[in-house]
């Protein structure tokens, strides 16, 4: 179990990393700075920030003391949030690529505020259901304060409420990826017609061309074998 946990540090620690680095990137290259880039980097900040929290939450729940553990206790509410707005940016990476892509000439009307809405904002709605739900109708106030008690980490059916809308998200991200594969083999399929077009045209061109060179040699070649014969 220990081996376990040392697994699950060092991954998240080289994912700490990287994503920084990333991060710092986007950041400090003025050239990269634009709305899909943006985008981009609302999606690894969520991963940034999910990777800080999970690593506090570990840290406090190994800890015997009970006002960490009551810390972690509502930091797994915040770190439902994080996973929330992993999927969420997700689709907003989808839907920007689905306008850029199908809905070219509406791309510049949505703003990126528009995006952040989305991506922060609607999963905070979800996960502020949620976790209501959950922590006073699912557990009464004593089950919360209780000393090993953390509604929120338990499984049970209210937990639907924060993994329907994730399926909705990614149901929704398959389709918008299908649509795109559509139209790129649509695009592909007229240019590769389009070639085979030229293709065959170019194809009876040297083959008629090379039909009347033949004819030509056969030509020549009877002509001299007369001659011969004449001789």
Known sequence: MRDAV???YVGYGISLIALSLALWIFMYFKELRCLRNTIHANLMFTYLL????????????SSQNYIANRIACFLTIFLTYLMGTNFFWMFVEGLYLFILVVKTFTVDNIKMYVYALIGWVSPALVVAIWAGVKGHIGNSIEDVLAPQGCPWQRRDYYDYIFISPVILVLLSCIHQQYKLLSEHLK?????????????????????????????????????????????
């Not at 999910?50 to 729940?61: F, G, H």
């Not at 083959?207 to 002509?223: D, F, L, M, V, Y």
């Open 6 to 8: 040392t697994v699950y």
């Open 50 to 61: 999910l990777d800080i929290t999970w690593i506090c939450t570990a840290k406090l729940q």
């Open 187 to 231: 695009s592909y399929s007229i240019d590769i017609l389009g070639k085979l077009y030229f293709l065959s045209n170019w194809a009876v061109y040297f083959r008629s061309e090379e039909q009347t060179a033949h004819k030509k040699c056969k030509s020549i070649c009877a002509r001299v074998k007369k001659q011969k014969r004449i001789a």
